[in-house]
Nanobody
Framework: QAQLVESGGGLVQAGDSLRLSCAASGRTFSSYPMGWFRQAPGKEREFVCAISGSGNTKYYADSVKGRFTISRDNAKKTVYLQMNSLKPEDTAVYFC??????????????????WGQGTQVTVSS
């Protein structure tokens, strides 16, 4: 059973940093694009960033560009999201997802095939 498990969320103050991890098990996602999405209460799930299977190409939402960095370690089957200069508006449940369709730049959640259960990030002002 393929599974993605996020970790690393928590409660921080504005300006702090967090690093989220997404560990894959049950199958390999190493050759597939991976993405991070987030969902705040009462809002739709939104794209945060994505990375190609090789890790050479990365995409970011304008709202996080320059503050967040996505990376992956295929040997460890793990994708990371380094979040710096956090803001209260970054508060949300963060999900990682695998895109088996192969297009690494997709911002549409419906193009992602496997999802983790999410990890809560809360940024206080």
């Amino acid at each position: 059973q393929a599974q993605l498990v996020e970790s690393g969320g928590g409660l921080v103050q504005a300006g702090d940093s967090l690093r989220l991890s997404c560990a894959a098990s049950g199958r390999t996602f190493s050759s597939y694009p991976m993405g991070w999405f987030r969902q705040a209460p009462g809002k739709e799930r939104e794209f945060v960033c994505a990375i190609s299977g090789s890790g050479n190409t990365k995409y970011y939402a304008d709202s996080v560009k320059g503050r967040f960095t996505i990376s992956r370690d295929n040997a460890k089957k793990t994708v990371y999201l380094q979040m710096n200069s956090l803001k209260p508006e970054d508060t949300a449940v963060y999900f990682c997802a695998a895109n088996l369709g192969g297009y690494s730049g997709s911002i549409d959640p419906s193009n992602y095939d496997y999802w983790g259960q999410g990890t809560q990030v809360t940024v206080s002002s």
